[in-house]
């Protein structure tokens, strides 16, 4: 059995096949997705649709939700979320789903609302954005797991006890993902978001995967 983790797909399906098809996703493999799944692409309704296909078919795949999944939940009730979302790209969500007044459905709503913060797999902490392990409990920290930025140095590695994190949310280069990867013995965290919807940025515009067994690094070019 293989295990990948993949972050950040924000909308873009097309790629997100593309990059499966590379991996030969089979239902052998275990698959962890670390959030924002919407937002900025073309298709996140698509998206959605296709992880929960995925899921019926009996592939093992998790999910987290990231800050996208939680503007979008919150904006119903939350006008400030309802204002940032759509500046971020929930209009272009709202695109994938043809709707008029800026709204989501209420059954993708629902999922999202029951996508955990965090996962765990032997040896590996999965987070959507980053973990402050100076807090009494680091995981019910909902604001860094979402929001961090700019946290590795502050981390606390014995609270890690050997684990190594893997996260999304900060877009990075191609480069410096290949460069933690090769540093996970110094700093037990790497990074899988490579800035898929950022094409215009230099070294990003990929979605990547990481086989956890190998340490073995995916990356597929936007394609849509």
């Known amino acids: ?69 939680q503007m979008c939940v919150e904006a119903p009730n939350n006008r400030d979320y309802w204002r940032m979302w759509l500046q971020h790209g929930g ?60 946290w590795t140095d502050k981390m606390d590695h014995d609270w890690l006890d050997g684990r190594i994190i893997v996260h999304g949310h900060t877009p990075t280069p191609v480069e410096d993902i290949q460069l933690s990867v090769h540093a996970v013995d110094h700093l037990p965290v790497i990074n899988v978001d490579a800035g898929c919807f950022a094409k215009k940025r230099s070294g990003m515009g990929y979605l990547c995967a990481l086989e956890l067994g190998s340490h073995a690094l995916t990356f597929q070019k936007n394609v849509g």
Not at 29 to 47: A, C
């Open 1 to 69: 059995m293989r295990q990948f983790a993949i972050s950040d797909i924000h909308g873009h399906l097309d790629t997100f096949k593309a990059l499966l098809r590379q991996l030969a996703f089979s239902k052998r493999d275990e698959l962890f997705l670390l959030g924002d799944f919407i937002d900025r692409g073309p298709n996140s309704k698509g998206v959605i649709d296709y992880v929960k296909a995925l899921q019926a078919k009996g592939r093992r795949v998790h999910c987290l939700r990231g800050n996208h999944e």
């Open 91 to 150: 209009k272009e969500t709202c695109a994938s789903f043809a709707s008029q007044d800026y709204t989501v459905p209420e059954k993708y709503l629902s999922w999202m609302k029951e996508l955990p913060l965090h996962l765990e797999t032997e040896g590996y902490l999965f987070v959507h954005a980053g973990i402050d392990t100076r807090k009494s409990d680091p995981l019910a920290d909902q604001d860094s797991l979402l929001w961090a930025r700019n």
